[in-house]
């Protein structure tokens, strides 16, 4: 959550090189290279078992690489001791597909995990949890259990969890699976609002197209305090040259990267493959 | 999903690979010896950890209060039984020869240096061991362990050391208590079925006792809390396959701790019996 200028900077926040994981012998990743640069996000598409939580979890450095390299804030991730990850850890929010909440944990409890593992002031503590559970309109929960709350607001909390330590990059795993759309729509919004009021950069993994194309299509306005189309017109922003946020795509297929790019050209395509996510 | 294509993945089958019994035993004991090792090198950085920060006391409390005061109940129930059931078996030998006071002596030996501390480490292995595999493998299961970490938090340090801490800490206390309640057991017994009088029971039964016995008796604990801890915490972590493999997790958890504590009591004996000799 710090606002980060939006100057055009040259260098990726996250950069994957020729990165291969695998299990049992068989690669699920095989040989990804990507890119994400500051204040953008990258959707990662593809079915089920095709490897995009592998590759959050790749970037969070909570799984190693069997090959390759990745860079995240300048840091190369996977060549870090165990010990150096967990400070590494803390300057990226995850938000997990079910939202992982510490079920013995109060949901305010949950919020103010890491920054009590940050030794913070119980004043500063109380008053950023506040400010997380509000920007996710939950802020009557505190007190609650996570499972006194319905799945879409666990997922808020969860999201309420990543940004209360106020991280540069988030990484969202399948936020929007299993829920109904209404509070899919919700959860997209949140995200929306997270990118364009702290200018976070993120990375979102999910295997529906619809979740991208509403980043790419729509933006908070924090005056207005309300979503609106990027542009006039019916249409995708292109990602050249504009100051605002750019979404982009990328699908994976069999661990590959089958498709990488804006979405004007994802939405164009007469790929076979690809038409598959567009519905 | 309803929004999602039905999913064709050109992927070919694996050809069915013929294996033999020698292949499928080497594999199970390189699959075990790899286990042994993981296990060993998550006991050993439980108590590593205690020479660095940062350090939960919050938590070591709390697992402190779950191993030690939520296992009396069962351990001073046992304990209580027990040391009556000693006295009565012992007993009706001894009056068959006329020497029903030995029973004060038979009772303390057999509680204080075996019976207290392996009954008490298989009582609370059986309560603690599963209780902590389970609590362990549903947060693997679902996710909270890798929220833990990350969000910066070493699961070693903040789920297995306090365990681990409380285990060892707890169960001599626990023997301790098990030992007296079985001895006052015994006196009950031997007061209403022997005859005996409860003063006569309890110097004889202080008598016997030197102080190697006690050590004896309270060094196993200290072993046996450090196992039930760390296989129950070892069990929980690794857990594989969802809710079926949190149940499985549970019961190995129980069935190992139990197992290693009788395996490790038989060490422990012939080590403290040694020692005894040589230093006491």
């Not at chain 2, 409380?166 to 007296?180: E, K, Q, R, S, V």
């Not at chain 2, 004896?216 to 594989?240: E, N, S, W």
Request: net charge negative; glycine share 10%.
């Amino acid at each position: 959550m710090t606002p980060s200028p939006p100057e055009p900077q040259a260098s990726a926040v996250v950069t994957f090189e020729n990165v291969r994981i695998g299990f049992d012998e068989e690669d699920v990743l095989r040989g990804v290279s990507l890119e994400v640069m500051p204040r953008e996000t990258l959707v990662l598409l593809g079915e089920t078992g095709t490897g995009k939580t592998l590759t959050l979890k790749l970037a969070a450095g909570l799984l190693r690489p069997t090959q390759g390299k990745i860079e995240v804030l300048g840091q190369e991730v996977s060549a870090m001791s165990e010990r150096e990850l967990l400070p590494y850890r803390r300057q990226v929010g995850f938000v997990f597909q079910e939202g992982a909440l510490f079920d013995s944990l109060s949901v305010g409890e949950n919020v103010a995990y890491q920054l009590r593992e940050d030794r913070l002031d119980e004043e500063e503590i109380e008053q950023r949890v506040q400010e997380a559970l509000r920007f996710v309109e939950l802020e009557h929960t505190g007190d609650m259990l996570p499972s006194e709350l319905s799945g879409g607001m666990r997922r808020r909390v969860s999201i309420a969890r990543a940004l209360a330590a106020r991280p540069p990059i988030v990484l969202y795993d399948s936020p929007t699976a299993g829920l109904d759309p209404v509070t899919a729509q919700t959860i997209i919004t949140l995200i929306l609002r997270l990118r364009d009021v702290f200018g976070v950069t993120a990375m979102l993994a999910t295997h529906r197209s619809q979740d991208g194309f509403a980043l790419a299509n729509f933006r908070f306005d924090p005056e207005s305090n309300r979503v609106v189309r990027l542009t006039e017109k019916e249409g995708f922003v292109t990602a050249g040259g504009n100051a605002e946020p750019v979404t982009r795509f990328v699908v994976y297929r069999e661990g590959r990267v089958y498709f990488e790019g804006g979405p004007e050209e994802l939405a164009e395509s007469k790929d076979a493959y690809l038409q598959r996510f567009l519905v | 999903m309803a929004d999602t294509p039905f999913q064709v993945v050109g992927r070919q089958a694996k050809p069915a690979e013929r294996v033999s019994a020698g292949e499928l035993l080497t594999d199970a004991f390189k699959h075990f010896l790899a286990n042994v090792q993981d296990y060993s090198e998550m006991a050993g950085r439980s108590l590593a950890n205690l020479t660095s920060g940062p350090r939960y006391f919050q938590d070591i409390l709390a697992q402190m209060d779950d191993i030690g005061v939520g296992s009396l109940p069962i351990v001073l129930m046992a304990g209580f039984f027990i040391g009556a059931v000693m006295v009565l078996q012992t007993g009706s030998q001894f009056t068959r020869f006329g020497q029903t006071a030995l029973t004060g002596d038979v009772v303390a030996l057999a509680l204080v240096r075996e019976l207290g501390p392996t009954l008490t480490g298989i009582l609370v292995a059986g309560r603690c061991s599963s209780g902590i595999a389970s609590e362990l493998g549903s947060m693997v299961v679902t996710e909270q362990v890798d929220a833990m970490r990350a969000m910066g938090t070493d699961p070693s340090r903040k789920l297995v050391t306090p365990r681990v801490l409380a285990g060892i800490l707890m169960l001599p206390l626990l023997t301790a208590l098990n030992d007296f309640i079985g001895l006052l057991g015994g006196c009950v017994a031997s007061v209403f079925t022997l005859r005996l009088n409860a003063v006569e029971f309890w110097t004889r039964a202080i008598d016997a006792l030197d102080f190697a016995d006690v050590m004896q008796g309270m060094m196993k604990p200290l072993v046996y809390g450090f196992i039930l801890a760390t296989i129950g915490c070892y069990k929980g972590l690794t857990v594989r396959g969802g809710t079926q493999g949190v149940g499985r997790a549970t019961t190995q958890a129980v069935v190992v701790a139990s197992v290693m504590i009788i395996a490790a009591d038989l060490f422990l004996t012939r080590v403290s019996l040694y020692l005894g000799d040589k230093i006491f």
